[in-house]
């Protein structure tokens, strides 16, 4: 139902600041949850961010005050401004359309992914 392209990745210093931008096609994006995950090398893909469909958000505790995710429906768009960069945020950023509690699983969608690495 819905295709995610993520951008906005690249190479920043410690203390920067990075925008995560996931562009979503398809149908019905304003009543999915919408989720930011990452994996760094060695380790498992862990959730970061979620915003539910009436704008409420959640963060990982490594995140929080650090961590915006926002969404924009009329242009299904979802973001992420990362500041305060720290090397251990280094990691594949991944976009995730969640339809859990009123769709099937296979109308999940994940993007390909963005390369953030923060290092001096």
């Known amino acids: 139902q819905v295709q995610l392209v993520e951008s906005g990745g690249g190479l920043v210093q410690p203390g920067g600041s990075l925008r995560l931008s996931c562009a979503a096609s398809g149908s019905l994006f304003s009543i999915y949850y919408m989720h930011w995950y990452r994996q760094a090398p060695g380790k498992q893909r862990e959730p970061v961010a979620t915003?539910?469909?009436?704008?409420?958000?959640n963060y990982t505790d490594s995140v929080k005050g650090r961590f915006t995710i926002s969404r924009d429906d009329a242009k299904k768009m979802v973001y992420l401004q990362m500041n305060s960069l720290k090397p251990e945020d280094t990691a594949v950023y991944y976009c995730h359309a969640d339809p859990t509690g009123w769709g099937p699983a296979r109308l999940a969608s994940w993007g390909q992914g963005t390369q953030v690495s923060v290092s001096t």
């Open positions: 915003i539910s469909s009436s704008g409420k958000t």
